[in-house]
């Protein structure tokens, strides 16, 4: 199939060189030229294990990026992947894709016959049906269900395994009621394994979004939970991963998601979980379970410095923060935990030298005037206490190197450093 995708982030980029990967041919569309010309290079703008090779395989070839939205005239479908920031009082900041859709559909004015918007997205209940179709027919003259053909696909890809996640997926959810729609949705996946099959979920629009915010949400809650079991369990002198290892031989909770630490972050659960949240608020009902989740992840930082201020006095002595990414294997800062970690570090004075094999660039636009390592070892040289924040494999290794720190004090928001003789450690959980 002939496919335009709006928007070049991480979900963009990814589904872009994955369907090429799967045969498609695709046309990336988006205002930043120079994320244009990176793709047409043949490299990736974001860094994601996999997706390197996929550009440089398939650019050229069944994958190319332009600035002209008139490229989408010479598609039959069109996925809206631009990003849905949050509002500070956790609604949804809908002005990119709100911009991106009347610009789609005044391309689309001038396009005779049919054209399938897919709004991959990540847009509360109502948001396709209330606010984005009307935007589309108001711009393109035409009117869905006729000329126009509409659907929600949300995407439930990972940062650090997206490639994966994409071509080996759990399920895959088509919202619509437009069977025109749903057979190219259909014919898209359809190089996917279980595709049509038992992995294809097809329902309506407003449930697939909800489906979205469900499956985060819950996520979200299970990591709080263990986190707030932990919480609980370090008062008591309990190794929450050793409880953890008898919980995952029960099947109805399993294995998954029950590393406790220093909580979430990332593009989604953060922001899912709060615009959620506001819609139900705004609908007079007040979700405290969710509201709970988010208070114990906001919490675990905090516990995590309290934990530091039994050992050492950290005012105007180095401290280092080891791990800047919200998780291994991506540069995305986007709701990391680091950044509260630092804050409460400036706020008792002292020297942060931080480290991230991947994200520094991405958290110097947070902290521009702190330290910044080139290697965890160095990072830790002369420290008066280490804060692990995230599981590097770098950071893992770390051992003898802990040697060479002024005072070698361990907090280890991650489980990531082994106890041993010589240090003092602490766990946040455990």
């Not at 070839?61 to 809206?80: G, K, N, S």
Request: hydrophobic share 40%; charged share 25%; proline share 4%.
């Amino acid at each position: 199939m002939n496919i335009s995708i709006i928007g070049s982030g991480y979900v963009g980029t990814t589904v872009a060189a994955c369907l090429a990967d799967l045969g498609h041919d695709v046309t990336n569309v988006d205002i930043d030229a120079d994320i244009v010309e990176t793709i047409n290079a043949g490299d990736s703008p974001i860094d994601e294990p996999q997706l390197d090779g996929l550009i440089d395989e398939h650019s050229g070839e069944r994958l190319r990026a332009t600035t002209d939205y008139d490229a989408i005239l010479d598609t039959e479908l069109t996925f809206l992947t631009l990003t849905t920031p949050s509002n500070p009082d956790g609604s949804l900041d809908t002005s990119i894709i709100d911009a991106a859709t009347e610009q789609l559909g005044e391309t689309l004015a001038a396009k005779d016959g049919h054209h399938s918007v897919v709004v991959k997205s990540t847009v509360v209940p109502g948001t396709t049906r209330e606010q984005l179709i009307p935007i589309l027919e108001r711009t393109s003259g035409g009117v869905v269900g006729d000329e126009l053909h509409v659907a929600t696909n949300p995407e439930f890809l990972r940062e650090g395994s997206a490639v994966s996640d994409f071509l080996d997926p759990d399920r895959v959810v088509v919202g619509t009621s437009d069977d025109r729609i749903r057979d190219q949705l259909r014919e898209v996946y359809s190089p996917l394994d279980g595709v049509p099959g038992e992995k294809l979920f097809e329902t309506d629009v407003s449930t697939a979004a909800m489906i979205k915010y469900t499956n985060n949400s819950f996520l979200a809650s299970k990591v709080s939970l263990i986190n707030d079991i932990g919480n609980v369990c370090k008062e008591f002198g309990i190794d929450t991963y050793e409880v953890a290892d008898a919980l995952k031989l029960d099947d109805r909770i399993s294995e998954r998601f029950l590393r406790s630490g220093l909580g979430w972050g990332g593009s989604c659960f953060p922001k899912d979980v709060a615009a959620i949240t506001h819609a139900a608020t705004e609908r007079g009902y007040q979700p405290a379970m969710l509201e709970a989740a988010v208070e114990v992840n906001d919490r675990q930082p905090r516990r995590l410095l309290s934990l530091m201020d039994r050992h050492v006095r950290v005012e105007g002595k180095p401290v280092a923060v080891l791990g800047l990414s919200f998780k291994p294997d991506t540069d995305d800062t986007r709701g990391s935990r680091a950044i509260p970690v630092i804050d409460g570090l400036q706020e008792r004075g002292a020297n942060v030298v931080a480290y991230d094999p991947a994200a520094t660039e991405n958290m110097r636009e947070h902290f521009p005037d702190i330290e910044y390592a080139d290697s965890a070892q160095s990072a830790v040289e002369g420290a008066v206490a280490a804060l692990v924040v995230t599981d590097w494999a770098e950071i893992e290794r770390l051992d003898d190197e802990l040697d060479r720190m002024a005072t070698p004090v361990v907090i280890d928001g991650r489980n990531a450093i082994d106890r041993r003789d010589g240090i003092v450690y602490e766990g946040l959980t455990w």
